[in-house]
């Protein structure tokens, strides 16, 4: 099971050329591939203030790509309070919990998420 970063997910919907074959292979051969509704909420900020253009809508894009939302749920939040503060973007963080929580392996390019115990695809 993969959970990918947001970027991953605009990456992939963009063609995949910014991604590594290894990457590709991955996320086409997973049996389930999540999108937290946290990657949906940092979209929508960058949209909100124009640092992100999209020609279709963020749940479109996920449902079209048939990855999985995965939704923000209390026992993620409660899991950041035991989070070591090495990464502080709060999207970030969120991801990483939830990586940890659903024993998912995570995909993104961040370097920093490597400060961190879960189990990490790099771009």
Known sequence: ML?????VVLWWRDGGARLTNQIRRAIRSADIVLVSAA????VALKLGIGKLKLGQPFAWMVEQS?????PVALVHAERLAALPAHHRDPFDRMLIVQAQVEGATLVTHDRQFGLYDVPTLWV
């Open 3 to 7: 959970l990918l970063d947001t970027h």
């Open 66 to 70: 048939g990855f999985t939302e995965l």
């Open 39 to 42: 990657s949906g909420w940092e």
